[in-house]
Structure formats: structure tokens, C-alpha cells
């Protein structure tokens, strides 16, 4: 089936909706509720927008039909400010994106507090243990991750262990994020994200996928779920354009670009199937650059496919 513009598409909903036929005839679009959860969104994708106006881009986000959010700072807010405009909009934050490289993670977890969160999770913990790049290295790029080494991915499984032995200590249960970079291949082909999930406890660290970077870097998702049972949470539902080859790059050309839910070349409806079977308890949505409109109307297209367009 062709794809269809956003507006062809949110037109061609709504009288698919008064007819009653919405499923079968888009199917590709009628994924996400075999899951049974809330559509979510990571609020890193609306960045611009909360920037400029936090509480009218909460309210917005609640009037296209999410309930759930998930955190990624609160710009000039307090964490308790933060919260109550969540409230006022209706949203719910089950989990964060936090700072949890620091030694003391005291003031990270209050947060997560503050916001209702259950979940604690490191959205690039990976970075903060890589070598500085040298001197005269164009910005915007990063080392590769092979710089860490099976030791240095050892060593960061140990440092997650250690952060979700605190976590569990306060109340919250500790989540590590991915990027693509972890999937570089190591000299022996392994990945390092293998490490993660190897020497990691099963009880204190549990995995966010985030099925677009792991697909873009040549994995699969669906794979993980089979091979590590019980480790996975939650999942970012993100697309983008059609790679050549899988790509490693989070910075400069080769860094991949983002596309609206349903647009890219990434199966859903396999990995909603499986992550069904595999208890996956939240799905945020998050888009990476460009986008096609703006922020917000890419928030539009991705809530759309997340609810199977009803």
C-alpha cells in the first residue's frame, strides 16, 4: 500500500471512522492497540515547542489524544512546577529520562518522584563513560564505541548495576536507553550491547529499546525480546528514512534521519506483536529530525499510527 500524505491520511481517517471500516482498510496503521497500552510520547520530540510554550505544548499534546509522556528535562521548571503542568494537562509520566552518570544520584531519583515516575532511565549513560574526543575532532561527532572495548562495556555494566541497586533502594526500578552506537560491532563481531544485558542484574536493570536506533544500526528487536526474556520494559516507537547500510553514526552526514511513524522502513507490526508476548508495559513515540511539517504535526502523524488511526 502506497503511503499516504499526513493530511490525505488524517482526512481519509476520519471518514474511515464514521464508516466503521478504518481496519481493514489501513491495516498498517491498526498495529499499536494489540498491545493494550496508552499511546505515549517522549516529550524530547515536541523540544522546540515546550521550549517556547511548556504548558500550551502539554495541553496540545493531550488534545491530539496522549495520555502518556515520558521526560527528557523541564527547561526553566522546577521538577514540582513540571509536574503540576502535567497535571493541569491530564499526561501522566510513568518514566524519565534523568542524569544518572553522577555520584549522587539522590537529587536524579527525587525527581523521578516528583513526577509520578516508576521508572528511572539513563538515556545515554554509554556517552558519559567514552574517551574525550581530540583535539580538532568537528563537532557534532563522537567516538566510536569500539573506543570502550569489551572491558569498558563491562565496566559500564557493573556502574548499571550499581545504579539500579540505588534505584530499587528508593522505590524506582533503573532503565537503560539506546542509541545506535551501541551496536558497533566489537573487534571479536560481537555488540556491546550484549555486555549490557549479559552482565547486568535481571531484577535491578531492565532495558527501554528504542526500536528505531537498533534497527537503523542493523539489529532487531524482535530478537532481543526472544533472546533476553523479562528484560524489557518499554519501547520508543521511532522511524526513518530508508539507510543504505545500518548505520552507527548519532552525529554529522551519516547520522540517519528521523521520519513520521509509518513513513520509514521499520516493521511495527512484527514488533508490536512481539513486544506484546514480551510484557513491554509502556510505548512512547520519539522522532528525530527533520521533520516533514513541524514538531507538533509529526506528534499528529505518530499518535495516529500508535492508536490505529481510530
Known amino acids: 500500500m502506497s503511503i499516504l500524505n499526513r493530511r490525505q491520511f488524517l482526512?481519509?481517517?476520519?471518514?474511515?471512522?464514521?464508516?466503521?471500516?478504518?481496519?481493514?482498510?489501513?491495516?498498517?496503521?491498526a498495529w499499536a492497540d494489540p498491545m493494550g497500552l496508552p499511546p505515549?510520547?517522549?516529550?524530547?520530540?515536541?523540544?522546540?515547542?515546550?521550549?517556547?510554550d511548556t504548558p500550551g505544548a502539554l495541553k496540545e499534546l493531550?488534545?491530539?489524544?496522549?495520555?502518556?509522556?515520558?521526560?527528557?528535562g523541564f527547561?526553566?521548571?522546577?521538577?514540582?512546577?513540571?509536574?503540576?503542568?502535567?497535571?493541569d494537562a491530564g499526561l501522566k509520566c510513568p518514566s524519565a529520562h534523568l542524569d544518572l552518570s553522577k555520584p549522587d544520584l539522590g537529587p536524579a531519583f527525587a525527581d523521578a518522584h516528583a513526577l509520578g515516575a516508576q521508572y528511572a532511565v539513563s538515556s545515554?549513560?554509554?556517552?558519559?563513560?567514552?574517551?574525550?574526543?581530540?583535539?580538532?575532532?568537528?563537532?557534532?561527532?563522537?567516538?566510536?564505541?569500539?573506543?570502550?572495548g569489551m572491558d569498558g562495556f563491562s565496566k559500564l555494566a557493573e556502574q548499571m548495576n550499581e545504579i539500579g541497586k540505588k534505584a530499587k533502594a528508593a522505590g524506582l526500578q533503573y532503565g537503560y536507553h539506546n542509541h545506535n552506537y551501541e551496536f558497533e560491532k566489537m573487534p571479536d563481531g560481537s555488540y556491546g550491547y550484549d555486555v549490557l544485558v549479559k552482565n547486568t542484574d535481571h531484577e535491578l536493570v531492565k532495558f527501554e529499546i528504542d526500536c528505531g536506533w537498533m534497527s537503523v544500526a542493523g539489529a532487531d528487536?524482535?530478537?532481543?525480546?526472544?533472546?533476553?526474556p523479562g528484560r524489557f520494559r518499554m519501547i520508543?516507537?521511532?522511524?526513518?528514512?530508508?539507510v543504505s547500510q545500518p548505520s552507527t553514526s548519532l552525529g554529522g552526514p551519516d547520522r540517519p534521519k528521523g521520519a513520521d511513524l509509518g513513513t520509514g522502513f521499520i516493521d511495527y507490526k512484527?514488533?508490536?506483536a512481539a513486544g506484546k508476548k514480551a510484557g513491554i508495559q509502556h510505548a512512547f513515540s520519539e522522532q528525530e529530525e527533520p521533520y516533514p511539517v513541524n514538531s507538533l504535526e509529526s506528534a499528529k502523524a505518530d499518535y495516529a499510527f500508535l492508536h490505529g488511526a481510530s
Open 11 to 29: 482526512a481519509t481517517s476520519r471518514n474511515l471512522a464514521a464508516a466503521g471500516v478504518a481496519c481493514s482498510i489501513l491495516p498498517r496503521f
Open 75 to 87: 527547561g526553566k521548571y522546577t521538577t514540582a512546577d513540571f509536574r503540576k503542568l502535567m497535571d
Open 40 to 52: 505515549g510520547i517522549q516529550l524530547y520530540t515536541i523540544r522546540d515547542r515546550l521550549a517556547k
Open 62 to 72: 493531550h488534545d491530539i489524544g496522549f495520555r502518556e509522556v515520558e521526560t527528557a
Open 236 to 242: 520508543h516507537v521511532k522511524d526513518f528514512q530508508p
Open 221 to 228: 528487536p524482535v530478537k532481543y525480546f526472544g533472546m533476553y
Open 270 to 272: 512484527r514488533i508490536f
Open 124 to 148: 545515554s549513560l554509554a556517552t558519559s563513560n567514552m574517551p574525550r574526543p581530540a583535539p580538532g575532532t568537528p563537532r557534532g561527532s563522537m567516538p566510536r564505541m569500539t573506543a570502550l
